[in-house]
């Protein structure tokens, strides 16, 4: 089992629908969560990070953390061509560790 | 937004090679990483620092070398570049605690 399990997609939704991209982790110790978009090409941009179960809105994005049952998402509101990337999730356990997911592909459709 | 830089942005060289690449961040921050990550993978860690003189290994067997002589710069260097080094290089850097990564551009590099 790997330490961070996204599912790879892609994942396609229609302009102006949510997108939900979950992510689930093993370490029941991992303390911090954090969502990264990356564009083909590009390196990982920060779009929100969480702490504390439950949610945590930022504009357009909402992350949920559910420690309880390992498991972390990203929900995009009224989702944009321009959102179309690939979504990663990075945990980590208190230490110099960042795990990262192997990322879901979102495509949103026109 | 992260200010933190790398160079080159992209780099073909033949193999044997010595090549170093460069990543400096203004930020002050303590904790810098480097992350290789073929096309469409995961990325992979190969070297971190917590500090000046303080450097190592991540968990994908690497041969490449860092150092940290300074806080705001962490070069990279491949003393024999060979075609398995073909990759992306990503760095980042983060402040004290369980602060978030910030990515440098990357450099993709090619070794024929």
């Known amino acids: 089992q790997k330490e961070v399990e996204q599912n790879s997609g892609p994942l396609s939704v229609p302009e102006g629908a949510i997108a939900s991209l979950n992510c689930t982790y093993s370490?029941?110790?991992?303390?911090?969560f954090f969502w990264y978009r990356q564009y083909s090409g590009k390196s990982p941009e920060l779009i929100m990070f969480i702490y504390s179960n439950g949610d945590k809105e930022d504009g357009r994005f909402t992350a949920q953390l559910n420690k309880a049952s390992q498991y972390v998402s990203l929900l995009i509101r009224d989702s944009q061509p321009s959102d179309s990337a690939t979504y990663l999730c990075a945990v980590n356990g208190g230490t110099y560790k960042y795990i990262f997911g192997t990322g879901t592909r979102l495509k949103v459709l026109a | 937004e992260a200010d933190i830089y790398q160079t080159p942005r992209y780099l073909v060289i033949g193999t044997g090679k010595k090549i170093t690449l460069e990543c400096s961040q203004t930020m002050g921050h303590d904790k810098m990483y480097w992350y290789q990550q073929d096309p469409g993978m995961e990325l992979h860690l190969i070297h971190y620092s917590y500090g000046v003189n303080s450097t190592e290994k991540g968990d994908l067997s690497s041969e490449s070398t860092v150092s940290r002589i300074r806080t705001e710069h962490f070069p990279l260097t491949l003393e024999s570049a060979r075609p398995s080094h073909t990759s992306q290089y990503l760095c980042?850097?983060?402040?004290?605690?369980?602060?978030?990564?910030?990515f440098g551009n990357g450099t993709r590099l090619t070794v024929t």
């Open positions: 370490d029941r110790g991992s303390q911090s």
């Open positions: 980042a850097s983060r402040k004290q605690g369980d602060s978030p990564l910030h």
